[in-house]
């Protein structure tokens, strides 16, 4: 057994998402959110489920509060529900939505958590999609707004600002193959969606400093893309490099252009829009789950993994695990996607979300024994550490999630928390990950 022990002020945290946990969907002037509507769609969502009551964390923020505290995390990643700030999107801030963000940030702060607020974790206010949504450069221009409404009123408390949360999902997912709200399916607007949200995070970026804050970054989700050369090149780019280059570098990727001539031309990037987008950024944020294995398939129509990959196949190789979203297990992705952004790109990192789906629930004993995840957590974060070895600047590790909660199209089938919710009694009970968790936190480090 050998300890592995992290670096001084390495930060531990834990990961939500408003619409995945706060329920409370129609209080206090919430307006009506993209996943509201998608959710009410027949067939989007596992059995038809919603957001709407979710953990009811809205009224239970204290109690989750004190959950955190009692796990010993130095840091909380939550996201800001836009359509409770801003409930059509623009104009003046909601009070009520802000002020409860105001109360958890302040609860936070006492309770010695650090606050890290994600503006956009994939609630768009439903009157943004009405008038076009991300593929729409509005959408962009208004989410500056809303960042300097809410940077004015918590810059002063919180450590570190995400602008959005995986934008790979809400272009691709939203706008591209359909799986995600708002379920369109047309890649030329999931391309135009890309750059908005670029934008969308540069203008941000710009409201968030000129409101003092500290940290400022985006998450994003980079896959480690395993199998053939060509293959990788083409997805790392439409996927990955699409992201990391103007954000990092100012520029989009040539080849990404090219690839996506079928679809747009690209007019929609905008004489000035590199230089927004390429400001100077704290620390990357990167959720990571599983890698993504890729083979030429001539014929093969676009693969699930973005406009312009034609002639491309994902699979898995034979001999992993996986977990219950059918996701392999295979944590030497994680090291070396951290290496690579290193070296390509030269940024620190911080792990804002990572963790898995096990349906595990309490046993007679009433405890929640979920071997899988801690084995999974486990190697993970060695597998950051294995990063930190080899020269990777890797800031911290935050646990998707603190709670199980709302799963998106999975609704609430698939269970990523360290924390068990029994949804009938809203009952919390720590997993024995929670408990290995807390552990690592305590020790800085943990033993493989
Ligand atoms: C990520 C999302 C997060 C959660 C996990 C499992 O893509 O950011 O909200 O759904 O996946």
């Known amino acids: 057994m050998t300890q592995l022990t992290f670096p001084q002020g390495f930060l531990w945290g834990t990961a939500t998402a408003s619409y995945q946990i706060e329920g409370a969907a129609t209080e206090d002037g919430r307006g009506q959110s993209i996943w509201d509507t998608f959710s009410a769609t027949p067939g989007k969502t596992w059995r038809g489920q919603s957001g709407a009551v979710a953990c009811d964390h809205y009224h239970r923020v204290d109690e989750d509060i004190a959950l955190m505290a009692s796990l010993g995390v130095d840091t909380y990643r939550f996201s800001i529900a836009w359509p409770r700030i801003q409930p059509d999107g623009t104009g ?19 309770a010695g958590i650090k606050p890290m607020p994600t503006l956009y974790h994939w609630d768009l206010p439903q009157a943004f999609e009405d008038r076009g949504g991300w593929p729409v450069r509005e959408t962009a221009e208004r989410f500056g707004d809303y960042a300097a409404i809410v940077g004015a009123r918590l810059s002063d408390r919180v450590h ?90 100012g ?31 704290d620390v990357l944020g990167v959720n990571y789950y599983s890698p993504t294995w890729l083979r030429a398939k001539p014929g093969e129509p676009e693969s699930d993994v973005g406009p312009g990959t034609i002639g491309i196949e994902t699979y898995t190789p034979e001999g992993l695990e996986f977990t219950d979203m059918g996701w392999a297990v295979d944590a030497t992705g994680l090291t070396d996607l951290l290496v690579r952004i290193q070296k390509d ?85 720590p997993k024995d990950s929670a408990k290995f968790y807390s552990k690592v936190i305590a020790d800085n480090g943990l033993t493989r």
């Open 92 to 110: 003046p801030a909601n009070p009520k939505g802000l002020d409860f963000y105001d109360r958890l940030v302040d609860k936070l702060v006492a």
């Open 160 to 249: 570190t600002w995400w602008t959005l949360n995986e934008p790979w999902c809400s272009a691709y997912l939203g706008y591209g193959n359909g799986h995600h709200a708002p379920g369109r399916t047309e890649p030329a607007a999931a391309l135009a969606a890309v750059h908005h949200l670029n934008l969308a995070h540069g203008l941000a970026v710009q409201s968030l400093r000129a409101a003092g804050a500290e940290q400022v970054s985006i998450v994003l989700n980079p896959t480690q893309c395993r199998g053939e050369e060509e293959a990788v090149r083409v997805v790392d780019g439409i996927a990955n490099r699409v992201f990391f280059d103007p954000i990092l570098l």
């Open 251 to 281: 520029r989009y990727p040539a080849d990404v252009i090219e690839r996506t001539r079928h679809h747009t031309d690209w007019s929609f990037v905008q004489e000035g829009d590199l230089e927004t987008i390429n400001q100077p950024i």
């Open 345 to 429: 790109y030269g940024v620190p990192t911080m792990i804002t979300e990572n963790g898995a789906a096990y349906p595990t629930g309490p046993g007679e004993d009433g405890e929640v024994h979920d071997d899988e995840r801690v084995a999974y957590l486990r190697a993970h974060i060695a597998a950051v550490h294995d990063a930190i070895e080899a020269g990777a600047d890797v800031r911290g590790y935050t646990a998707w999630s603190l709670m199980d909660n709302f799963e998106w199209a999975f609704g609430y089938d698939k269970r990523f928390g360290i924390v068990h919710v029994d949804y009938a009694t809203q009952q919390r009970t």
